[in-house]
C-alpha cells in the first residue's frame, strides 16, 4: 500500500495492534466531541495565498529555547511506546533526530531517560507529571537533566485522569512484559488491573492533585532546565504564567540589584540564562489530545487567545489534531512557535517502527514546504495573521471607506 499521507497509518495501525493498545492510543474523553473537533477546527480555516512571489528557495529552519531544528514540528510526549513496536522510544528518539527536530519523551514511557539519551544525540525535551512524592519528582527530573535533556514539558492538565470509556471497556493496563521505566526502581513501574481503568487508578494514587503554580516556581529551583506549561488553553492560565515570570523578573532586579541587562529573561533564547527564572519559559496550547476534560475548544481554535495574552514575552507552541502541513501553517499564522504531533508517531510507529516515524516527518515536512510556496512565504518569518481566514473573521463587521 503506497501512503500518501500520514493520517493512513491510523487504520494500519488499528490493524496491527490489540484492541486495548489499539483504542488506548485513538481514543478520546467521553462523547470524544473534542477529539472530532481538534481536527475539524482546520478544517474551517482558510487560505489567502499572496502569488507572484520568488519561493524557489523556501527556509524552514527555526528556533525553540535557543536550539536550532529543521522545521517547526516537534514530537509530543506519548506514553508506552513499546506498546507500538518494541523499539518504541529509542526509534522515535532516532528518527527525531535524524529530522532535525525535538522529542518529547514521555514520563510514562517505556524506555527510561538514559536508555534514549544512549541513542544518540539530538534534542530531548522530558514531559512530566508531578507525584505525590516530590523526591520522586526531584529524582527524575535530575536524571532527564543528566542525561542531556534541555526543557522539561510540565503537564497541568491532569489533577485526575480524564474519563475514557474506550479503556474502561477495555480494562487498560500496561501488557505484563512491558513497564514505566522511569520509575522502575520507585515500585511505580508497573499498573495493577481493575474492574475499570489501571491508568486511571494508577493516576489516583499517584499523581498530586494540589499541583498549582508554586510548583512551577518549585520545579525551578531544582533544575535550570527551562519549563514549558503545557495544558493551557485559555488567556487567563496565559497571564498567569506571565504573572509569574513578571513576579520573578522584579524579585531578582530589585533584591539583587542585577544591572537592567537581567531582562535577558525575556529573551528565551539562551537556555543558560534560564536557570535563574522562577517561572515558565513557554506554553504549549494542548487539550491533552482531547483525553481529559470533552467540549474543552480545538486547540488551534484557544490558540490565538493565548497568543494574544503572551504578548511576544514567552514562546507559544499547539498540540494536538496537526494532520497535514497544511496544519502546520495555519497553527503558524496564528501566532504559534511551532506545533507538536502525538498520534501519528505511535501510529506511524506501530506500522512501520523508526522508518514509519521518519516517513511522517517528511511527508508533514514536505507539505509544509509546499504550502508555503502556495501561499508566497520563503521564511517562516513572512507567515502573517493575513495568511488565512478564520470563522471568527467572517463574522466580524467589515468597516466602510
Given at each position: 500500500m503506497e501512503i500518501t499521507n500520514v493520517m493512513e497509518y491510523k487504520a494500519i495501525a488499528k490493524q496491527k495492534l490489540p484492541k486495548m493498545v489499539y483504542d488506548y492510543y485513538a481514543s478520546g474523553a467521553e462523547d470524544q466531541w473534542t477529539l472530532k473537533e481538534n481536527r475539524e477546527a482546520f478544517s474551517r480555516i482558510l487560505f489567502r495565498p499572496r502569488i507572484l512571489i520568488d519561493v524557489s528557495r523556501i527556509d524552514m529552519a527555526t528556533t525553540v529555547l535557543g536550539f536550532k531544528i529543521s522545521m517547526p514540528i516537534m514530537i509530543a510526549p506519548t506514553a508506552m511506546q513499546k506498546m507500538a513496536h518494541p523499539?518504541?522510544?529509542y526509534a522515535t528518539a532516532r528518527a527525531a533526530s535524524a529530522a532535525g527536530t525535538i522529542m518529547t519523551l514521555?514520563?510514562?514511557?517505556?524506555?527510561s531517560v538514559e536508555e534514549v539519551a544512549s541513542t544518540g544525540p539530538g534534542i530531548r525535551f522530558f514531559q512530566l507529571y508531578v507525584y505525590k512524592d516530590r523526591n520522586v519528582v526531584a529524582q527524575l527530573v535530575r536524571r532527564a537533566e543528566r542525561a542531556g535533556f534541555k526543557a522539561i514539558a510540565l503537564t497541568v492538565d491532569t489533577p485526575r485522569l480524564g474519563r475514557r470509556e474506550a479503556d474502561i471497556k477495555n480494562r487498560f493496563t500496561l501488557p505484563p512484559f512491558l513497564t514505566l521505566k522511569n520509575f522502575e526502581g520507585l515500585d511505580l513501574g508497573r499498573m495493577d488491573g481493575t474492574n475499570d481503568s489501571g491508568l486511571a487508578s494508577y493516576v489516583a494514587g499517584q499523581i498530586d492533585r494540589s499541583l498549582s503554580w508554586k510548583d512551577v516556581k518549585w520545579l525551578q529551583t531544582i533544575t535550570s532546565m527551562p519549563i514549558l506549561v503545557k495544558g493551557v488553553l485559555t488567556a487567563e492560565?496565559?497571564?498567569?504564567?506571565?504573572f509569574v515570570i513578571l513576579c520573578s523578573f522584579f524579585f531578582f532586579f530589585f533584591f539583587f540589584k542585577k544591572s537592567i541587562h537581567v531582562i535577558l529573561f525575556f529573551n528565551l533564547t539562551n537556555p543558560a540564562r534560564l536557570a535563574i527564572q522562577n517561572?515558565?519559559?513557554?506554553?504549549?496550547?494542548s487539550n491533552h489530545g482531547a483525553r481529559q476534560l470533552d467540549y474543552v475548544p480545538a486547540t488551534i481554535t484557544a490558540l490565538e487567545e493565548v497568543v494574544r495574552a503572551a504578548r511576544g514575552q514567552v514562546p507559544v507552541f499547539l498540540d494536538g489534531g496537526v494532520r497535514r502541513g497544511t496544519d502546520v501553517f495555519k497553527a503558524l499564522a496564528l501566532g504559534a512557535s511551532g506545533v507538536f504531533i502525538g498520534r501519528p508517531v505511535v501510529f506511524s510507529l506501530a506500522?512501520?517502527?523508526?522508518a514509519g516515524v521518519?516517513?511522517?516527518l517528511q511527508m508533514l515536512r514536505d507539505e509544509f514546504e509546499l504550502t508555503m510556496a502556495l501561499s508566497g512565504c520563503t521564511s517562516l518569518k513572512e507567515i502573517t495573521r493575513s495568511h488565512i481566514v478564520t470563522e471568527a473573521d467572517l463574522h466580524r463587521p467589515v468597516s466602510r471607506l
Open positions: 523499539e518504541g522510544e514521555s514520563s510514562w514511557a517505556t524506555s492560565d496565559s497571564k498567569n504564567s506571565l517561572g515558565a519559559a513557554g506554553i504549549i496550547v506500522a512501520e517502527g523508526e521518519r516517513r511522517v
